[in-house]
């Protein structure tokens, strides 16, 4: 499961900065870990964002993405949320 779960963010994002607790919460409490993808200083990475996995549904960081279940979370979140959403629930 180690690619499954993806973390997009932007390196000055808010937002980001304020889910990073509750992404590292996830990651020890379950044993997961988030690949996380720079995507506002990394063209590339926003590209394969964009076309791969948000496909205009987000438009924008924090995204996540479960590729075991195609699921994904626009924006940040609560903790519950995102330990089910991380847990393929």
């Known amino acids: 499961m180690a690619d499954d ?3 997009f963010y932007g ?3 808010h937002f980001c900065h304020e889910m990073e607790p509750i992404v590292e919460r996830v990651e ?3 044993g997961v ?3 996380k993808i720079e995507v506002w200083h ?3 990475n926003a590209k394969m964002m964009e076309e791969e996995y948000d496909k205009g549904r987000c438009g924008g960081v924090p995204f996540y993405f479960n ?6 979370i626009c924006g940040a ?5 995102f330990k089910k959403f991380a847990a393929g629930k």
């Open 42 to 44: 990394n063209a590339a």
């Open 77 to 81: 979140t609560d903790y519950e949320t």
């Open 33 to 35: 870990k988030f690949k």
């Open 5 to 7: 779960l993806l973390d």
């Open 67 to 72: 590729k075991k279940t195609g699921k994904f």
């Open 28 to 30: 020890k409490e379950l």
């Open 11 to 13: 390196t000055e994002c």
